[in-house]
T-cell receptor, first 113, second 115 residues
Framework: GENVEQHPSTLSVQEGDSAVIKCTYS??????FPWYKQELGKGPQLIID?????GEKKDQRIAVTLNKTAKHFSLHITETQPEDSAVYFC????????????FGKGNQVVVIP | NAGVTQTPKFRILKIGQSMTLQCTQD?????MYWYRQDPGMGLKLIYY???????DKGEVPNGYNVSRSTTEDFPLRLELAAPSQTSVYFC??????????????FGNGTRLTVT
């Protein structure tokens, strides 16, 4: 099955700086790559996703890039704010079916005011 | 809309006890899922359902059972609790895969400790 690796496990950034989280996946058939944000005591929430026919997608301060040849995708957060502090999960799926969605282990982002 | 609601929020069980984790959604999603989240291990799919009356195993189904009698409800049953089932459990729902919005909507989780 799909194996998703996420790096680094913890990332500390100064408020206003950028944060980048990288994920690699193993199954070349994967074509759907969502990112979820989990705040303390809450369930994960989708923040952005990308499909394999697109190389980059932006939504305000958040962007995701995808390199299908290298089988990796990254989350970019610009102008970080304290409310960006959370655990971020990447995931990959070979279809739009969530029953085959494989999650990374998560990345703790800490924004230092 | 309340979204996905899970109860209870916390529970402590003794080894061998049983319990049901409740999950309900009011978004009329036909797909529902149960995940467990262990520290530093991401999310693992336990069971999922594509509609009322239909359930299927995920990656880690052993020790659990589910049922889906209505579109709204998807309870998770632990029959003989074991320490290895200590985890945070998340229920989620989504539209059908044929739509353009397949992303998961999660509840806030149930933290279960088995001692």
């Amino acid at each position: 099955g799909e194996n998703v690796e996420q790096h680094p496990s913890t990332l500390s950034v100064q408020e206003g700086d950028s944060a980048v989280i990288k994920c690699t996946y193993s199954d070349s058939a994967s074509n759907y790559f969502p990112w979820y944000k989990q705040e303390l005591g809450k369930g994960p929430q989708l923040i952005i996703d990308i499909r394999s026919n697109v190389g980059e997608k932006k939504d305000q301060r958040i962007a995701v890039t995808l390199n299908k040849t290298a089988k990796h995708f990254s989350l970019h957060i610009t102008e970080t704010q304290p409310e960006d502090s959370a655990v971020y999960f990447c995931a990959a799926s070979p279809t739009y079916g969530n029953n085959r969605l494989a999650f990374g282990k998560g990345n703790q982002v800490v924004v230092i005011p | 809309n309340a979204g996905v609601t899970q109860t209870p929020k916390f529970r402590i069980l003794k080894i061998g006890q049983s319990m049901t984790l409740q999950c309900t959604q009011d978004m009329n999603h036909n797909y529902m899922y149960w995940y467990r989240q262990d520290p530093g291990m991401g999310l693992k799919l336990i069971y999922y359902s594509v509609g009322a009356g239909i359930t299927d195993k995920g990656e880690v189904p052993n020790g659990y059972n589910v049922s889906r009698s209505t579109t709204e409800d998807f309870p998770l049953r632990l029959e003989l609790a074991a320490p290895s089932q200590t985890s945070v459990y998340f229920c989620a729902s989504s539209y059908s895969i044929v739509t353009t919005q397949p992303h998961l909507h999660f509840g806030n989780g149930t933290r279960l400790t088995v001692t």
